[in-house]
């Protein structure tokens, strides 16, 4: 009788367990859901903000055709709805490529930066793209979290049976992080300065430098003694002839 309690007292404790492991992924399943949906509220805002900064563009740069062409191709590429968050990543990535093109076109155009519409729509798309790579990083910490569970003993048992699969990442390419750099001025590529001039070298024989030997010009090298040359003897005076 005690064994059959024992074998009762197991069986419900890896039940508790089985149901433990499957609300789990249950609720890290449904975590994952609700993250790629903020990543979706916020591609949303992306693409409804582009048309506007396109027709901004085209009133100061209309025979820039082909780039404003190009972004507004990659933005209808985008919102055609990708069937997987990867294949979300590839087209988001081409358009943030050519959105880098565009606003690079727009630097060309003084009287473009300085239209008071296009600096405020540059500032909220800045927004959109910060709180979009924040949405990335929730949701991608959740995927992983969720595939871990997935993929490791015991719970892996317990997903197979629920039928919780593994995630998709959503992976910027890495041509997303090209941005281009604009020189302004005196300032070098990425608003950096320019690393100062090297001065001359005050070291003996250094090339371009100064000179120390004595009895030489400024900036001339050393002469080398050619071989087998009579040396003079530093215990006689060079002026004195000798008898």
Do not use: C
Request: hydrophobic content about 40%.
């Amino acid at each position: 009788m005690i064994i059959v309690w024992i074998l009762l007292g197991l069986v419900v404790l890896l039940a508790l367990i089985g149901v433990v492991m499957y609300n789990g992924l249950i609720g890290l399943r449904n975590k994952v859901e609700e993250g790629w949906r903020q990543i979706d509220v916020e591609l949303k805002r992306r693409h409804d903000l582009i048309p506007n900064l396109v027709e901004t563009v085209k009133g100061y740069a209309a025979h820039e055709r082909g780039t404003l062409e190009e972004v507004m191709q990659a933005r209808s590429a985008a919102m055609s709805g990708a069937a997987t968050p990867a294949a979300a990543a590839q087209a988001e990535g081409q358009l943030s490529q050519a959105l880098g093109r565009l606003l690079a076109v727009a630097e060309a155009y003084p009287d473009l930066k300085a239209n008071q519409n296009f600096l405020a729509l540059q500032s909220e798309l800045t927004s959109t793209e910060d709180r979009i790579a924040s949405s990335r990083r929730y949701y991608n910490a959740l995927v992983r979290d969720l595939n871990t569970k997935v993929e490791s003993v015991p719970s892996n048992i317990v997903a197979n049976i629920a039928g919780v699969n593994r995630a998709e990442y959503f992976e910027t390419p890495a041509t997303e992080a090209i941005v281009p750099s604009v020189s302004f001025g005196g300032e070098g590529v990425g608003g950096s300065t320019p690393p100062p001039a090297v001065s001359a070298s005050t070291q003996p024989g250094a090339v371009g430098g100064p000179s120390t030997q004595p009895g030489t010009a400024p900036g001339a090298l050393p002469q080398a003694q050619a071989p087998g040359a009579a040396q003079p003897d530093p215990t006689t005076d060079s002026g004195t002839p000798q008898a």
